[in-house]
């Protein structure tokens, strides 16, 4: 106040020039203090405007890239998804998700089952009780549908390399030739659904699904029908002994990882050899079946394989059988060591005469797989 006094007392002997530019001053900073304010004022508002949708959108992301590890399924889940830069895959030019294309197969991976390790010498008796050997298969074409959901685990222990490699045939066996039944039941009935006019709703959304699952993302049907079909089984089973070492390698023991697909996410077995730097594992599975789905879905979707499928068209365009020896030529991008890996491929069908197995028909567990013998 005092200050103020003072102020008004020389203000009155100021000329009238000076008292037009102390007025002026002081208007000016009048302003620009008032200019403060309401700027000041508005950062405050706009930052407790903003306050709450930061913290819900923090609170969505943490929701969204926390992982859950108490049910087998979210784990495969994560395997597959990962994370944003690696949620879809690039097929044949399309961007699919990966969770469209192996919707089946976390499924599969979550269904209840028995996954007793059952060992070898109870396997070989479960074999000999059901009359299911190797020998009988090669003459009759007929294979008893044991379905096994996990590896023994003294395979490494089994001395003999003809028996290891036969209790290994015998385990695998019937999951390629279910997985491959399941195929040629789809394929027939994608069949049954073009020679019709008209379709029901129930086939156009089974259509609809088919096209999600083998990544179709321009709904065009003849890409599905390339895409839509089987593996030959002395293909997958010479693919899967050299993964695995006829069952012997940790990942096959630990992860019922028949073929060695990677993930660089999620749940999965680091190689032991792998630098640090490398951040892929070899993707895991609850059961076998589920390793063996996988492996078909991938090569029968994933770009490296176009040539693959290509050829196995024409093949089915000239009415011969699916030649694994011929189509082994064209899975040399499946490993790093491409061509020597294609040769190690043929090695194991022909040493082993795999290609006894390709007829084969598993026994019926349905009366709709019975159609398929």
Known sequence: MKKINIFLKNFKNFSTSE???????????????????????????????MLPLVQEFAKEKTLLTKEF?????????????GDSENANSKIDGDLVSDKDLFADVIELNDLPSDTVRLNASTIDQLFKDT??????????????PVSL?????????????????????????????????????????LFSILNKSNNTQKEKKWLQNKFKQYGVSNKDVSTLKVRM???????AIAQAAKETGWGTSRFAQEGNALFGQWTW??????????????THKVMKFKVLQASVRAYQRNLNTHKSYRTF??????LRDQKKPLNSLLLSKYLDKYA??????????????????????????LLPSSLELESLI
């Open 336 to 361: 790093e060591t491409g061509d020597e890996y294609v040769k190690i491929l043929q090695q194991i069908i022909k040493q082993n005469q795999l290609t006894d197995f390709d007829d084969a028909k």
């Open 69 to 81: 590890h108490n049910k087998s399924k979210n784990k495969f889940i994560n395997e597959i998804e």
């Open 229 to 235: 079909d089987e593996i030959p089984t002395s293909l």
């Open 149 to 189: 959901s996990l590896l023994p685990g003294e395979m490494k222990m089994i001395e003999s390399t003809k028996r290891r490699k036969d209790l290994f045939i015998q385990i695998i066996l019937p999951l390629v030739i279910k997985e491959n039944n399941y195929i040629r039941l789809d394929r027939r009935k």
């Open 19 to 49: 008292r037009k530019r102390t007025i002026k001053d002081f208007s000016s900073h009048n302003s620009i203090v008032v200019l403060k304010t309401f700027v000041t004022s508005l950062i405050l508002i706009f930052t407790f405007f």
């Open 309 to 314: 499928r290509k050829v196995r068209a024409e």
């Open 265 to 278: 996410t999620g749940e999965g077995i680091k190689p032991a050899g792998a630098d640090d730097n490398e």
């Open 131 to 144: 009359k299911y050997n190797l020998k009988d298969v090669r003459k009759k074409k007929l294979v008893k």
